[in-house]
């Protein structure tokens, strides 16, 4: 205690009641039964992102304009971001805080437009341990790519064994061009090589290579083959039908296929929505049959919008029974159905009404009724189950050395799910080959508290689009790159989630000056700090959390 | 809306006119809750934040008291603040009244008269800003709309001087709803009269100290005390400011005002909008030939008890005009200046009247029956209601 002023008169004292002395002595923290801490959130569209991609630092450096290092950012979780901005279902986006305040950040637009504005960078090739072991990776697909790249950047030698004569899988085979432009995804594989990642085109697991001799000659081996095989619609006359994935490979690769003027798509899924976009584009009128409603279409959501908007027609409640030649032209059977009891995917069952039977003529038909791996490469000594090897930590397969991954696992998935699966491969090889554990990941909380008043009111930027007249005539790219402004005007509505920004508000607000500012960062003074919370609660973007006291 | 007009004639309500005022004084920050009839005010001043015609913090709360104690801790970080309001919003912020003039900080607020409910009415009087007499706040009752935004200048001259809060008042609709060509000062004037506000002590985290504190009853009373001279310091300010002023505006109100009182017998106490009615029967019964005079007050709290004393006591009757009524008393200005004369030598009998309560119209033939009644009449009367229909 330090000693009292006492005041004999009154023109000694302040007007105010005030304090004039040092306090310090008064440690208040002693009160305190709840303490705050610093602690930085994982903001939900980080948590969201099956690659894991740093979104609020990555806006916070296109706000700054700062591009180069963005880009740099990006590539320490992901080897495709130019792919990903264009292709990716941004589950971000539909996570992001700021849509309970006014619209999402366009985030996938933005990582679009740091890909398009840093095109032209190369990885600085560090220096890389020298590692003696080879590994081969069957499959260049977005699990396969992402693998690679992660294990080359390690020092691993990569080998990658794609069927096709390019690289890329189902970016390259499955995705129109209207959608992703080749030579976005040649410049992004072609980095990937840049840390000597060899590629053997033309070559085909159980054709033109042989799975044991490939587990013999490799210390590790992932097989990311993709979900290939497109399912059976089990009808007669299904061999007049096209298979969806087939007709967008023949595209895709630059070859003509006859579709005709009318054609008929069975299915609702992406496959569907990419072979009608397709269809449109080579002048054919595409009508998309499904056998439930829009609201069950496992499609993505925008793929659906975009397909509706450039003219595709839809047919829902339809399910083909019978496909039949007539006069030159394939007669299609199909029959109206209605939505009965969910089923396990938790979508109501499409039930047939009886007597419900109607046809529809069209020049040809293409199946997408979706598809599933190929794994009938691998011998029988190597254990599957229902065609997917179970849990990589726990099963045989591991042991082996032998990795599956990307859809060849899970079955049609997203890219980005894809590259999430190759990147952990990438690292339970890393562990295998070293006989690691997997370390126990620290669970970081969610920034999901985000206080509104300190942010306005301001519209996301619309992702500029081709006009739909120029879509349909041909297969340029739908989407196009935000401005430089437009850019850094939408980054910048980025809350930071649970990434302190050091806007001084904890510092402002706190009651008792307990908490320290030095250099840009905060600590906070226990001595005197009380725990009542607001600076927790003032903080802008969730870093500070109020936890309680041990005893 | 141009507004960012200043040094011209301008046609504006008295609403507005307390806007430009608030404008021309360079407030920091304003928080406020809409009100009928005050609600003009503070839309005009959030255009001028939305436009940046005015670079001010516009902190919208839920509630009056809200707005008050927001406006408490802007005015403790060392933020020039203003807020207006009206009748039961005026009410709500009672608690908050005490704690801005105990804190000692010089927030100004307009208050548009509002008669209070039940039963609900928008229409004037002055019962809302009289039950706010004793929070420590100063008040000023303004009677045009020129004087509604050179008091709004005046009052933080003041405040900011004596560090304590002002409150100008204005009637509901007779002022705040009509437009009148004022004179828009010119903004540089006024930022020579009205330098920038530098605060004692201030809410600082780089020089913390603890506000509001416990204080025992050793102290308590000195803080009163102090606050009290403040009130009697801000007599000498609220007259150094109106003088200061006229030298730069050519405009000048007094604390007090006396209209043709020189040689009256009979002098009629106004305040608010009235006055102007009233000026208007003095003209008339002076030209009757009729020895009656006006007093005008103007500053309320610090109440210039010297200058009503000096200025009453050699008339041979005081009439009082009150919009307002304490029950169980009578008009609050009539009690003020009973009390004001009651210690001199020389004491005036006084009539009291209560006339125009939830904005019923004072008319010139209402006065001239307050004046009549006043002069026919020997015995002065504590209470005469005029116009009840009884």
Redesign the interface.
């Known amino acids: 205690m330090r000693k009292p002023i006492v ?1 004999t ?2 023109r000694e ?8 002395a040092d ?1 310090s002595h008064n440690r208040t923290g002693g009160w305190r039964y709840m303490r705050p801490i610093y602690s930085e959130k994982i903001a939900p569209c980080k948590n969201a992102c099956p690659v894991g991609n740093d979104i609020p630092r990555i806006l916070s450096l296109v706000s700054e304009g700062r591009y180069e290092e963005a880009w740099r950012l990006f590539r320490q979780t992901s080897p495709l971001p130019g792919v990903c901005g264009r292709v990716c279902y941004h589950p971000c986006e539909t996570r992001c805080n700021r849509k309970d305040f006014d619209e999402a950040l366009s985030i996938a637009s933005l990582e679009r437009f740091v890909a398009d504005a840093c095109f032209d960078l190369e990885d600085k090739i560090s220096d890389r341990p020298k590692r003696s072991e080879k590994i081969a990776i069957v499959g260049s697909g977005p699990a396969g790519l992402t693998c690679a790249y992660f294990l080359a950047k390690d020092g691993y030698a990569v080998t990658v064994f794609e069927a096709a004569s390019q690289p890329g899988g189902m970016l390259r085979l499955g995705i129109p061009s209207y959608r992703l432009p080749r030579e976005v995804l040649d410049r992004e594989i072609e980095l990937i090589a840049r840390w000597g990642v060899e590629f053997r085109t033309n070559t085909k697991i159980g054709q033109d290579i042989d799975i044991e001799k490939l587990w013999e000659q490799y210390d590790a081996l992932f097989v990311a083959t993709g979900a290939h095989h497109s399912r059976a619609l089990s009808i007669p006359g299904e061999e007049f039908a096209l298979t969806g994935l087939e007709f967008l490979k023949a595209v895709n690769a630059g070859q003509t296929v006859n579709i005709g003027k009318r054609t008929l798509i069975i299915g609702g899924g992406n496959t569907a929505m990419d072979c009608a976009r397709t269809a449109l584009r080579l002048g054919a009128q595409p009508l998309v049959v499904y056998r439930r409603t829009r609201a069950e279409m496992p499609a993505i959501a925008e793929e659906i919008e975009e397909a509706e908007h450039e003219g595709v027609q839809f047919e829902f409640l339809a399910a083909p029974t019978a496909i039949c030649r007539r006069d030159g032209k394939l007669e299609v059977h199909c029959v109206r159905m209605q939505l009965g009891e969910p089923d396990r995917s938790g979508r109501r069952r499409p039930v047939p009404i009886p007597g419900s039977d109607f046809r529809i003529l069209t020049d040809s038909v293409l199946k997408a009724v979706g598809e599933e791996p190929d794994l009938s490469f691998l011998s029988e000594h190597l254990e599957t189950s229902e065609g997917i090897v179970m849990e990589r930590a726990q099963g045989l397969l591991e042991r082996a050395g032998i990795f599956i991954g990307g859809d060849a696992q899970t079955g049609p998935s997203t890219v980005a799910q894809a590259m999430r699966s190759g990147r952990e491969t990438a690292y339970a090889i890393m562990r295998f080959l070293r006989g690691e554990r997997k370390p126990k990941a620290p669970q970081l909380d969610e920034a999901l508290r985000v206080n509104f008043s300190y942010f306005v009111h301001k519209p996301r930027v619309p992702t500029p689009q081709l006009p739909v007249s120029e879509r349909t005539s041909s297969f340029a790219e739908t989407k196009r790159a935000l401005s430089v402004d437009q850019a850094r005007t939408e980054a910048s509505r980025c809350f930071s989630c649970g990434v302190c920004n050091t806007c001084d508000n904890c ?2 607000f ?1 009651p ?2 307990a ?1 320290v ?1 030095t250099n840009g960062s905060y600590s906070v003074n226990y001595d005197f700090c009380k725990g009542c919370g607001v600076c927790a609660e003032e903080c802008p973007r969730s870093v500070i959390s109020l936890v309680e006291e041990e005893l | 809306m141009t507004p960012t007009l200043t040094g011209t004639k301008k046609v504006v309500t008295g609403n507005h006119a307390v806007s430009y005022g608030a404008m021309l004084a360079r407030v920091q920050v304003i928080s406020a809750y809409p009100i009928t009839p005050q609600t003009q005010v503070v839309e005009l001043l959030s255009e001028f934040c939305a436009n940046g015609t005015l670079r001010a913090k516009f902190i919208k709360v839920e509630s009056e008291h809200s707005a008050m104690a927001a406006l408490i801790g802007a005015a403790s970080t060392g933020a020039r603040t203003f807020t207006a309001t009206s009748a039961h919003g005026l009410a709500l912020m009672h608690e908050m009244l005490h704690w801005a003039a105990g804190a000692r900080l010089p927030i100004v607020m307009a208050d548009i008269n509002r008669a209070m409910g039940p039963p609900w009415s928008v229409w004037t009087d002055q019962n809302d800003s009289l039950s706010q007499r004793d929070t420590g706040w100063m008040q000023v009752y303004c009677e045009s709309n020129q004087e509604v935004l050179d008091t709004v200048i005046q009052a933080y001259r003041v405040a900011e001087k004596v560090s304590m809060p002002a409150m100008l008042v204005l009637d509901a609709f007779v002022l705040s709803h009509t437009a009148e060509p004022i004179e828009i000062p010119d903004q540089s004037l006024v930022d020579e009269y009205l330098p920038p506000y530098r605060p004692l002590y201030k809410l600082d985290p780089n020089d913390p100290r603890s506000f509001g504190a416990l204080a025992p009853p050793d102290v308590y009373m000195e803080l009163r005390y102090k606050m009290h001279q403040a009130m009697e310091d801000a007599l000498i300010e609220w007259a150094r400011a109106d003088e200061e002023f006229s030298e730069l505006f050519g405009r000048r109100y007094g604390l007090i005002e006396p209209y043709r009182a020189d040689d009256a017998e009979i002098l009629l106490v106004t305040s608010g909008t009235v006055t102007s009615t009233a000026r208007e029967v003095i003209d008339e019964l002076r030209a009757e030939g009729r020895r009656v005079g006006l007093l005008k007050i103007r500053v309320f709290r610090p109440f210039p008890a010297q200058l009503v004393r000096a200025a009453l006591q050699d008339t041979e009757k005081v009439a009082v005009l009150d919009r307002n009524i304490s029950f169980g008393m009578g008009g609050i200005f009539a009690q003020e200046i009973k009390s004001a004369l009651y210690n001199s030598t020389k004491r005036p009998p006084i009539f009291g009247f209560v006339a125009g309560l939830g904005g019923r119209d004072i008319t010139p033939s209402v006065i001239r029956e307050i004046i009549d009644y006043t002069e026919s009449h020997d015995e002065p009367e504590d209470l005469i209601w005029v116009g009840v229909k009884r």
Do not use: H, K, N, T
Request: aromatic fraction near 10%.
């Open positions: 005041f008169s009154e004292m302040p007007p105010m009641a005030v304090s004039l306090m510092w402002v706190c008792d000056a908490i500012r």
